[in-house]
């Protein structure tokens, strides 16, 4: 399972206690905010999408989506979402689960601009029912993020 992959990676990273699991789903911004008791914007969800030069992942903040012309701008690519059914082969977790930590080692991650506004957020850990809590740096290190970048907008 795609936790137990992120579970042994953050504890090679010391820190695999502070993965949290819910008894309930958290694969929806809406639903991981109910499940920690937190507002939506400090959801780290990660988006991935299908490129020319590969499968990029952007961390952007709960509260936002990404805008087609700024995502172009940065990555010389349409904004194509990798489809649901090849997120496992090609990202290495199901759609619910998708994060940053424990992927296949070609995809390449970005954090999105919008998440600066937080000491903390919460990216999932695998699964549809899980979450940690990262400082920036953190999400930073452990992501192997390859950059800032600045390719959303608020949700209307």
């Excluded at 991935?48 to 087609?68: E, L, R, Y």
Aim: charged residues 25%; proline residues 4%.
């Amino acid at each position: 399972m795609s936790i137990d992959k992120v579970r042994a990676f953050f504890r090679k990273k010391g820190i695999e206690e502070r993965v949290i699991e819910f008894d309930v789903s958290s694969a929806t911004v809406e639903l991981a905010a109910a499940a920690l008791g937190c507002e939506g914007a400090r959801i780290a969800k990660s988006m991935s999408f299908d490129t020319p030069s590969g499968v990029i992942i952007v961390v952007c903040a709960g509260d936002t989506k990404v805008d087609n012309a700024r995502f172009k701008a940065q990555f010389d690519a349409k904004a194509k979402m990798l489809s649901p059914d090849l997120l496992v082969e090609r990202v290495g977790h199901a759609m619910g689960g998708v994060c940053p930590f424990a992927i296949n080692p070609e995809v390449r991650v970005y954090l999105d601009e919008s998440l600066k506004r937080f000491d903390v957020v919460y990216p999932a850990c695998g699964s549809s029912n899980s979450a940690i809590g990262l400082t920036l740096d953190e999400l930073e290190n452990f992501s192997g993020s390859l950059g800032w970048v600045a390719v959303t907008r608020p949700k209307e």
